[in-house]
């Protein structure tokens, strides 16, 4: 199977801004969370989608949203882009919500915010 | 709410060395433990897992790790590293809800540099 793709992997954006991210997770696998990776505040979690459904979210401002489609794809959309936004932003899928299933990453959007 | 502390932020060692990468987590209940490699420019890459059962767990690459429930701590250990294992680990742990929703928090990472 193919693994998490991520697009686009690389991103500049001019400081108030907003942008688009998109994740295809594994075939097959429904749930697909976002995390945010900086230097100082590490990895975050940003929110979890399951069958197009906002699961659970984590400690971000509104600015931070996403969403799901019905084949399970999801974009995470940061509108009013700020310089401390610039980070690695890393989609992941599992198969189930339930239970415990491994997580799977794919190789990160880089958004640079100038 | 549950925590990760990563006892080390970088790890020097020559290579053919051991190693021993720290994990302390805080929670009061079961938990699912997870040991994830970054390589420069690419996502996480899951190294290995606790869930359950045998304490001590075996990965990926050669690595392995032990569950302490009395330290609560998951060190994670290799006899002998390759310039190949330079990376950055993390430790993470699951934290579910009621709902079925999942998340890993993560460590702050340890960085470890293999040296020839």
């Known amino acids: 199977k193919a693994g998490v793709t991520q697009t686009p992997r690389y991103l500049i954006k001019t400081r108030g801004q907003q942008v688009t991210l998109s994740c295809s997770p594994i075939s097959g696998h429904r749930s697909v969370s976002w995390y945010q990776q900086t230097p100082g505040q590490g990895l975050q979690f940003l929110f979890e989608?399951?069958?197009?459904?906002?699961?659970n979210k984590g400690n971000f401002p509104g600015r931070f949203s996403g969403r799901q489609f019905s084949n399970s794809r999801s974009e995470m959309n940061v509108s009013t882009l700020e310089l401390g936004d610039s980070a690695l932003y890393l989609c992941?899928?599992?198969?189930?919500?339930?239970?415990?299933?491994?997580?799977?990453f794919g190789p990160g959007t880089r958004l640079t915010v100038t | 709410a549950q925590s990760v502390t990563q006892l080390d932020s970088q790890v020097p060692v020559f290579e053919e060395a051991p190693v021993e990468l720290r994990c302390n987590y805080s929670s009061s209940v079961s938990v699912y433990l997870f040991w994830y490699v970054q390589y420069p420019n690419q996502g996480l890459q899951l190294l290995l897992k606790?869930?359950?059962?045998?304490?001590l767990v075996k990965g990926i690459n050669g690595f392995e790790a032990e569950f302490n429930k009395s330290q609560t701590s998951f060190h994670l250990r290799k006899p002998s590293v390759h310039i190949s294992d330079t990376a950055e680990y993390f430790c993470?742990?699951?934290?579910?809800?009621?709902?079925?929703?999942?998340?890993?928090?993560f460590g702050k990472g340890t960085k470890l540099t293999v040296n020839p």
């Open positions: 993470a742990v699951s934290d579910q809800t009621q709902g079925g929703s999942e998340k890993l928090v």
């Open positions: 989608y399951f069958s197009e459904t906002q699961r």
């Open positions: 606790y869930l359950s059962g045998s304490t």
């Open positions: 992941a899928s599992r198969e189930l919500a339930g239970g415990h299933y491994e997580q799977y």
